[in-house]
């Protein structure tokens, strides 16, 4: 029997608290507006929108949400795992991520269906699950050093427009070429492959959560003009800024 995703858009209050609970479905979940902190073994990920995590049946977590609540995207599947579905046996760890390669897959999953249950034989559906057990920037190359794993979270936290990689390698005392050698070789991206993905991030938490024009937007966000933000909202997510808005913020049902 194929197995089937069920598809919902759960909301949740603002300011609710949940203490640890678990579920007995699978959850593959996207936040489309608000925000949650959620802590899974005493570990707490902040996630914004257009951040997705897997949950599979059975594992403990607590959640936190913002004050003005939060929506969702959500796909379950009861007594299924990533794993079951994928056949990726070292399917990842549970964490918020923004990743759009599988962010485009969930987009383009909800904008193609209208149904609210999905099998998993579905190519779009497995097109989100593929993206989801990706890893292409996990090298066999050990562990990174503290130093880079260091600035890569201080540059998620400290992002901004002008931050550029000699800002970057600044942080660290290195020079910007041992930092671009070191970030290709650990992460298998470059160093303006993560600044444009915190670009991104700072873009869709805009849209999200802010009724600024999109011309406003792409000039917060870094980019020269509005046209330059809508080919790259596009090429990340095969939308453009306005229809990605209008996804994250449909009337829940």
């Known amino acids: 029997m194929t197995?089937?995703?069920?598809?919902?858009?759960?909301?949740?209050?603002?300011?609710?608290?949940?203490?640890?609970?678990?579920?007995?479905?699978?959850?593959?979940?996207?936040?489309?507006?608000?925000?949650?902190?959620?802590?899974?073994?005493?570990?707490?990920?902040?996630?914004?929108?257009?951040?997705?995590?897997?949950?599979?049946?059975?594992?403990?977590h607590a959640n936190r949400w913002a004050p003005k609540g939060a929506t969702l995207l959500r796909l379950e599947a009861p007594g299924e795992s990533l794993a079951s579905l994928t056949g990726h046996t070292a399917a990842p760890a549970w964490r918020w991520r923004f990743d759009p390669l599988a962010?485009?897959?969930?987009?383009?999953?909800?904008?193609?269906?209208?149904?609210?249950?999905?099998?998993?034989?579905?190519?779009?559906?497995?097109?989100?699950?593929?993206?989801?057990?990706?890893?292409?920037?996990?090298?066999?190359?050990?562990?990174?050093?503290?130093?880079?794993?260091?600035?890569?979270?201080?540059?998620?936290?400290?992002w901004t427009p002008t931050l550029d990689s000699r800002g970057i390698a600044a942080w660290a005392h290195v020079h910007p070429v041992y930092l671009a050698r070191c970030v290709r070789r650990w992460y298998g991206v470059s160093v303006?492959?993560?600044?444009?993905?915190?670009?991104?991030?700072?873009?869709?938490?805009?849209?999200?959560?802010?009724?600024?024009?999109?011309?406003?937007?792409?000039?917060?966000?870094?980019?020269?003009d509005e046209a330059h933000c809508t080919r790259a909202v596009r090429e990340a997510f095969g939308v453009p800024p306005a229809a990605l808005r209008q996804r994250m913020r449909a009337t829940p049902h």
């Open 192 to 224: 303006g492959d993560l600044l444009r993905r915190e670009r991104l991030r700072t873009t869709v938490r805009r849209l999200a959560n802010s009724t600024e024009r999109i011309s406003m937007i792409a000039l917060a966000s870094g980019f020269a």
């Open 103 to 158: 962010i485009r897959a969930f987009v383009r999953l909800a904008r193609e269906t209208t149904r609210t249950y999905v099998p998993v034989g579905d190519s779009d559906a497995n097109d989100l699950l593929a993206a989801l057990v990706a890893e292409p920037h996990r090298l066999d190359r050990g562990v990174p050093p503290r130093w880079l794993t260091d600035v890569i979270e201080r540059l998620v936290a400290e």
């Open 3 to 60: 197995p089937v995703l069920s598809l919902t858009r759960p909301h949740y209050v603002g300011a609710l608290v949940q203490p640890p609970h678990f579920h007995d479905a699978l959850q593959i979940s996207m936040l489309l507006t608000g925000c949650v902190d959620e802590t899974v073994a005493g570990t707490t990920h902040e996630a914004a929108p257009l951040h997705l995590s897997v949950k599979d049946a059975g594992l403990e």
